[in-house]
């Protein structure tokens, strides 16, 4: 099936047939409980449309957008009114990305022939005054409030949220890597905690920031002042409250509250915190970044901006794809060499695996991070923060395993307000099957 048609009803029901469908298009039929309740039935030339009358728009639209997933349809046609035309595309936003089209086919007023039609609930105003903009305005908001408390009632998926933080980090300061358990995201690739959203993925901002939201809470932070690194692969870096700019893998800062995170899904969210100066830093270290040196470009800004010691900062390295599962091609390979043949154990292969965690520690340590100052994999006096995303399904995003449509985990810092303790204290932790590591539950 490539195709499927959303007739509604909620705004508006505006025709006696469902036109220009073709033999192999879905239909769906938006005409919510109260609808139903009013004792108004689906026209009969609805035929085998399935309808979507669920406790609120929110949840109906909710609906539907798991049945396309499930058929893996990324192309609707809307049959609306002029009503329906402002109010839907405001529910789809938050529900639907990019990666979807929606064709809008509009019947005014003046062509509905359906008895219930004649209504005052589906009466549009033909003149959109100031007044009913007003309403419509008020409608709008109302319904993003309806959708936002929706997803919030939504149960966790894959057990509850997990936070892996590290023992090297000061109290000072709070943080965590997050995990992929305890959100709302249903689709596999991208279930259940996915902290990101793409105009090529099928994860929508609202979500997306369901999700973000649920993390705070847990962890102790405010979602609004989270700021994500906006990756392009390579070594900028931003200072926090300078022109922000388009596109960067670093930030540094020295306000209290400002929530600094890296994504991470085989890259690394590298995280960077100073408890003598009490300036933090977040960095993104995939492979290309790696080689351009981001890591000490974000240390360097530390030391520039807030003038920061190398020597007192600490650095965790979160979950990211270890030398078992990462593999480029050979040329691409052979330039880690260059900053330490260990970082290729098999330079001879076709495609020469790489260890981008060592390649990051070395060059860390060359820029005069202290080593016992950098928690990764290979220590092993400290419970654990750096498994291989690839290796463990059950607890993190890949796309080396999960392909092009995959989540997103974070690590993520901030500097506490005095007198704020840490809310994971007294948490418990949990065994990944490699090996130790603290997990908040």
Not at 240 to 247: H, I, M
């Given at each position: 099936m490539s195709h499927v048609v959303l007739l509604d009803l909620v705004h508006g029901?505006?025709?006696?047939?469902?036109?220009?469908?073709?033999?192999?298009?879905?239909?769906?039929?938006?005409?919510?409980?109260?609808y139903r309740e009013k004792g108004h039935a689906l026209p009969s030339w609805c035929g085998s449309a399935q309808a979507l009358a669920r406790g609120s728009t929110a949840e109906s639209l909710f609906r539907f957008k798991v049945i396309v997933d499930e058929l893996r349809v990324t192309s609707v046609t809307v049959h609306t009114s002029p009503r329906g035309l402002d109010a839907l595309p405001r529910y789809l936003k938050l529900l639907f990305t990019a990666a979807y089209t929606f064709q809008y086919r509009v019947t005014?007023?003046?062509?509905?022939?359906?008895?219930?039609?004649?209504s005052s609930s589906h009466t549009d105003s033909p003149g959109g005054g100031v007044k009913e903009r007003e309403k419509e305005e008020e409608e709008a908001k109302e319904g993003e409030e309806e959708e936002w408390k929706f997803l919030q009632q939504l149960p966790a998926l894959k057990g509850q949220i997990r936070v892996l933080t590290s023992s090297l980090i000061p109290e000072?300061?709070?943080?965590?890597?997050?995990?992929?358990?305890?959100?709302?995201?249903?689709?596999?690739?991208?279930?259940?905690l996915n902290l990101f959203s793409s105009s090529r993925r099928?994860?929508?901002?609202?979500?997306?920031?369901?999700?973000?939201?649920?993390?705070?809470?847990?962890?102790g932070f405010h979602p609004?002042?989270?700021?994500?690194?906006?990756?392009?692969?390579?070594?900028?870096?931003?200072?926090?409250?300078?022109?922000?700019?388009?596109?960067?893998?670093?930030?540094?800062?020295n306000q209290t509250g400002v929530v600094l995170a890296a994504p991470g899904a085989d890259c690394m969210p590298v995280l960077f915190a100073d408890p003598v100066s009490k300036v933090i830093g977040a960095a993104h270290a995939g492979w290309k970044g790696t080689l351009m040196g981001v890591a000490m470009a974000t240390v360097k800004a530390m030391v520039t901006e807030f003038g920061c010691q190398v020597s007192d900062i600490m650095v965790a390295v979160g979950p990211s794809v270890g030398e078992?599962?990462?593999?480029?091609?050979?040329?691409?390979?052979?330039?880690?060499?260059?900053?330490?043949?260990?970082?290729?154990?098999?330079?001879?292969?076709?495609r020469p695996h790489v260890n981008i965690r060592l390649a990051n520690r070395l060059l860390l340590q060359k820029g005069g991070i202290l080593p016992e100052h950098i928690h990764d994999d290979t220590v092993t006096d400290r419970p654990c923060v750096t498994p291989c995303t690839s290796c463990h399904p059950e607890l993190f995003f890949s796309h080396v395993r999960d392909g092009p449509d995959f989540g997103t985990q974070v690590g993520f810092l901030w500097i506490k307000e005095p007198g704020v303790t840490n809310p994971q204290e007294g948490r418990s932790s949990q065994v990944l099957e490699d090996g130790p590591t603290q997990v908040s539950m």
């Open positions: 029901c505006c025709h006696t047939r469902v036109a220009g469908s073709s033999p192999d298009s879905r239909v769906f039929v938006l005409c919510g409980k109260r005014s007023q003046d062509n509905r022939t359906c008895p219930s039609c004649t000072v300061f709070g943080h965590g890597f997050s995990t992929r358990r305890g959100g709302v995201s249903y689709i596999p690739t991208l279930s259940s099928r994860d929508p901002v609202a979500m997306v920031m369901e999700n973000r939201r649920r993390l705070g809470l847990h962890a609004q002042p989270l700021r994500l690194v906006q990756v392009n692969h390579g070594s900028d870096v931003w200072v926090v409250g300078k022109a922000e700019p388009e596109s960067y893998d670093g930030m540094v800062t078992c599962c990462f593999t480029l091609k050979r040329q691409q390979a052979l330039d880690f060499i260059s900053i330490h043949p260990e970082c290729v154990p098999d330079p001879g292969s076709d």
